[in-house]
T-cell receptor, first 110, second 111 residues
Framework: DVKVTQSSRYLVKRTGEKVFLECVQDMDHENMFWYRQDPGLGLRLIYFSYDVKMKEKGDIPEGYSVSREKKERFSLILESASTNQTSMYLC?????????FGPGTRLTVT | GEDVEQSLFLSVREGDSSVINCTYTDSSSTYLYWYKQEPGAGLQLLTYIFSNMDMKQDQRLTVLLNKKDKHLSLRIADTQTGDSAIYFCAESPGNTGKLIFGQGTTLQVKP
């Protein structure tokens, strides 16, 4: 079974803090993705990566950066958290046909 | 541009059939997907259909694809309270691996 894990289920941070969200997959997938989920908007793609040290902007990259130093790990970074980044963050790892999602991190920025 | 549209809410009685509809815009998508999200959980892949198929059946689930109208539907037969969840339709434009999701349809199953 493919396992995608995320470092935290719930996180509360203050405005202006630097936030790291970690995602790890155990199936040697090359492609990994970060989405945010907001009610009524579905999932929106923030960043994705097709290989180690490679990254591509998704639809809403502003305010975020990513790091992929190892194949199994894809990190999402909020350089200076803001209240409008309060959301559910979902990581995914993919074959050519299927995407496998982690359980999500619910981030609250106060 | 790429866009996927779903209605936001559907309510059915236990034992009835549920039909969740979706429209998409990108005809280059090789696969179209249905995901389920239970409260507090991540997304679970329910099923997907290859774009050259019209229908796919998997136990209580039936997916219908109308390529001409770019319309996808998910039918759940004999809907149970455990089927209450948010259902997302998604397309994969250009086969890049990234998915474009609809807004999600909340299915409420009344006993």
């Amino acid at each position: 079974d493919v396992k995608v894990t995320q470092s935290s289920r719930y996180l509360v941070k203050r405005t202006g803090e630097k936030v790291f969200l970690e995602c790890v997959q155990d199936m040697d997938h090359e492609n990994m993705f970060w989405y945010r989920q907001d009610p009524g908007l579905g999932l929106r793609l923030i960043y994705f990566s097709y290989d180690v040290k490679m990254k591509e902007k998704g639809d809403i990259p502003e305010g975020y950066s990513v790091s992929r130093e190892k194949k199994e790990r894809f990190s999402l970074i909020l350089e200076s958290a803001s209240t409008n980044q309060t959301s559910m963050y979902l990581c995914a790892s993919t074959t050519t046909r299927e995407q496998y999602f982690g359980p999500g991190t619910r981030l609250t920025v106060t | 541009g790429e866009d996927v549209e779903q209605s936001l809410f559907l309510s059915v009685r236990e034992g009835d059939s549920s039909v969740i509809n979706c429209t998409y815009t990108d005809s280059s998508s090789t696969y179209l997907y249905w995901y389920k999200q239970e409260p507090g959980a991540g997304l679970q892949l329910l099923t997907y259909i290859f774009s050259n198929m019209d229908m796919k059946q998997d136990q209580r689930l039936t997916v219908l694809l109308n390529k001409k109208d770019k319309h996808l539907s998910l039918r759940i037969a004999d809907t149970q309270t455990g089927d209450s969840a948010i259902y997302f339709c998604a397309e994969s434009p250009g086969n890049t691996g990234k998915l474009i999701f609809g807004q999600g349809t909340t299915l409420q199953v009344k006993p």
